[in-house]
């Protein structure tokens, strides 16, 4: 018999609850910025296969796209890759100002940022529901311009909430520190690491599978659907104080 739970019962509580949901830290944080990273692949496999071949979320590959375009590689386009990266940036350039003038701690300034992402990503869905648009370039990338203006939102908050070894949108610095950390760090920030790849790259995967055997409308709808999911774990016990609420260090 014995006196308390196994130490298996013990790591499995910690990685379904302790880490993403009541983190000393973070508290439910690490969760909702998964749903994000979610939402990232989504919009990231939208854009690539339906709206002119870039990315919204992915930076690091547009300006790839942006080098073969100046040599008017097939398939590619210049225009639409600087376009997606001036609205990327803007975004974050206006996240950062918003973030800077807030006294919203750190679950109200996410839910005010979804908020935005919401409106931006339900502008883009409306624009895209008939289908006519994305048979047309230009509109096409009208509707991946909100997008990556929504993604350039939703990177700048999830860097200014400071939740360590995830990442919604940049991936590159996290897949190298994983790797090259491997076994000299800690296994649950290995492990955080890896669920935070895995998370866009799942995303992804939903994405291409409702584009191809539904509908792109069901990528977006999947979308509306994790933002707002977001946004209502946020508001929960909104009126409760708690350690993880409060910015660690003042936006910057």
Not at 32 to 55: M, P, T, Y
Not at 100 to 107: E, G, L, T, V
């Amino acid at each position: 018999m014995t006196n308390g739970p196994s130490s298996s019962a013990k790591g499995a509580r910690w990685l379904l609850s302790d880490s993403w949901i009541r983190h000393p830290l973070d508290g439910p944080l690490p969760l909702f910025l998964l749903l994000l990273a979610l939402v990232s692949g989504i919009a990231d496999a939208l854009s690539f296969l339906e709206l002119g071949r870039v990315f919204v979320a992915n930076m690091t590959g547009n300006v790839v796209i942006m080098g073969l375009g100046f040599l008017h590689v097939k398939g590619v386009s210049l225009l639409n890759a600087v376009s997606i990266l001036v609205a990327f940036g803007g975004g974050a350039a206006i996240e950062g100002a918003v973030a800077r003038r807030s006294s919203a701690n750190r679950p109200q300034l996410l839910t005010r940022i979804c908020l935005v992402e919401l409106a931006l990503i339900g502008c883009a869905a409306l624009l895209a529901a008939d289908g006519s648009p994305l048979r047309h370039p230009a509109h096409s990338l009208g509707i991946a311009v909100l997008l990556a203006f929504a993604m350039g939102f939703q990177s700048g908050v999830q860097i200014r909430l400071n939740v360590a070894d995830i990442s919604t949108t940049y991936l590159t610095a996290l897949f190298t520190n994983f790797a090259t950390q491997l076994g000299k760090v800690p296994w649950d920030t290995s492990f955080r690491r890896v669920i935070s790849v895995i998370s866009r790259a799942a995303g992804a995967v939903m994405g291409a599978t409702l584009i191809l055997y539904a509908s792109y409308l069901w990528a977006f709808g999947t979308m509306l659907f994790l933002i707002a999911l977001t946004i209502g774990g946020c508001s929960f016990g909104a009126g409760k104080s708690a350690p993880w609420k409060v910015f660690r260090t003042a936006p910057t």
